[in-house]
């Protein structure tokens, strides 16, 4: 099983990939545990091992944990992890957003949770880049795909994506203005792509108060009459922006 291990030159393993010929199932689990207590495999999940190097264990970094894990399946870090990716937030987050096109159980590994999202195929294909991490390769979403998805609502009770923070989307705001990485970016497109009609009023606001023209652009996509919050992270009240029909209800937008 070692010398498989060895051949295949993978970082992460999954039983997916098959086994040597003519192992059965049982020899297979049997080695797989022995290889693990023998500190030659880290498990992440049922299934999936980290194959560790003769030196002893590893910290890889998430970026190409997911490479490896996800390797040859689509798939998109966003978030917090996707922000720390482009050098638009100096905080690191236990916490790294992953979007497939299934449904898939949250992991830990190394002291990181990974979460996942499932979303439509043509949307977690688009607006991404394609980036080298360590020995393998990963996706991550483009700044303006990972904005647009920052400013949507919270998630719904039992998921287990984290809140979004608004903060953190005005850091990338800030972070993508000091970089000048908008001066060319479709809000619009990334909008009806990835947002919603609340998504293009956040947004919106927030490239307005930064004295950004393309903010115009969005106003034909701020939906039906009423007023949406502007955090998930605060109750709905506070002053209102009358253009953006949006309550103001975090303290640092007012």
């Given at each position: 099983m070692l010398q498989h291990l060895d051949r295949s030159r993978r970082r992460v393993w999954r039983v997916s990939d098959g086994s040597p010929a003519g192992m059965p199932a049982t020899q297979r689990n049997q080695a797989l545990r022995y290889l693990a207590d023998a500190g030659l495999l880290e498990?992440?999940?049922?299934?999936v091992y980290l194959v560790l190097p003769r030196s002893g264990r590893i910290l890889v970094s998430p970026l190409e944990l997911v490479g490896s894990w996800f390797e040859g399946e689509p798939h998109a870090v966003v978030g917090h992890a996707a922000a720390e990716y482009h050098r638009l937030t100096l905080?690191?987050?236990?916490?790294?957003?992953?979007?497939?096109?299934?449904?898939?159980a949250s992991a830990e590994f190394q002291g990181v949770r990974y979460v996942f999202s499932c979303v439509p195929m043509k949307r977690l294909l688009a607006d991404n880049m394609r980036v080298e991490a360590g020995q393998a390769h990963t996706t991550v979403a483009s700044p303006g795909k990972l904005l647009v998805q920052l400013l949507e609502k919270?998630?719904?009770?039992?998921?287990?994506?984290?809140?979004?923070?608004?903060?953190?989307?005005?850091?990338v705001l800030e972070g993508g203005i000091r970089q000048n990485i908008w001066a060319k970016v479709d809000w619009p497109k990334l909008v009806r792509r990835h947002g919603n009609s609340s998504v293009a009023r956040r947004l919106g606001f927030l490239l307005q108060r930064s004295g950004i023209a393309a903010a115009e652009g969005l106003l034909?996509?701020?939906g039906g009459a009423g007023y949406v919050a502007f955090s998930p992270a605060y109750p709905p009240a506070g002053p209102t922006d009358p253009r953006w029909r949006l309550i103001l209800n975090d303290p640092m937008v007012q």
């Open positions: 498990r992440v999940e049922r299934g905080d690191t987050s236990e916490v790294v957003e992953v979007q497939l096109g299934r449904k898939k919270s998630p719904a009770r039992r998921s287990a994506r984290p809140t979004r923070d608004a903060r953190l989307a005005v850091e034909d996509l701020r």
